[in-house]
């Protein structure tokens, strides 16, 4: 995924400059800046949920962007849905689904080590409501590659899960 592109095609759709956006987001400009040159650039999930926001965008299509037509280099449609998909979840709501999800692929946190090549302590740790921060999306790919999902469909699955509190996700 290329995000660092996905971030400079909403720039430049939304008609907005790095200035607009550190104000938007109390990112500073010379760290936007870098991001908007950085191709390897894999920012945390709380980030993308905060320049969602200041976009006014859905982090779903945010990640679209970055999967699909980033690749290509364009924007072809226009982003205008809310943003209330996906925004705000909770990193006990991501923990919570990593969890969810293995236990309805049927695997043992030592199976999903070795798709992932995480060590079990780690998927122990990250599925554990202990893990209060946000994994990078790279991390959550991963797991999603694993699960046989996209992470656009792990974000929503977070979402229900969150909005309903536990409630399984059928994936």
């Known amino acids: 995924m290329n995000y660092q592109l996905a971030l400079r095609l909403f720039l430049k759709e939304q008609h907005k400059t790095v200035s607009d956006l550190s104000l938007a987001t ?19 999930l709380d980030t993308l949920f905060i320049l969602c926001n200041a976009f006014c965008i859905d982090a779903v ?35 919570s689904t990593l969890r969810s999800i293995r236990l309805e692929k049927h695997l ?18 990250r599925e554990s409501p202990r893990y209060q921060s946000y994994p990078t999306l790279d991390t959550l790919e991963i797991y999603c590659k694993a699960y046989g999902i996209s992470i656009s469909e792990f974000l929503q699955c977070a ?3 969150q909005g309903e509190e536990e409630t399984a996700c059928a994936i």
């Open 26 to 44: 109390g990112f500073s400009e010379r760290w936007l800046r870098s991001v908007c040159q950085d191709c390897s650039w894999d920012p945390h």
């Open 61 to 95: 299509d945010f990640l679209a962007c970055a999967e699909t037509e980033a690749m290509r280099g364009e924007v072809t449609h226009t982003h205008t849905h809310t943003h209330t998909v996906v925004q705000g979840i909770s990193p006990t709501a991501i923990t």
């Open 159 to 161: 979402a229900q899960w």
């Open 108 to 125: 043992s946190q030592s199976q999903l080590s070795v798709l992932t090549k995480f060590q079990v302590s780690s998927i122990s740790f």
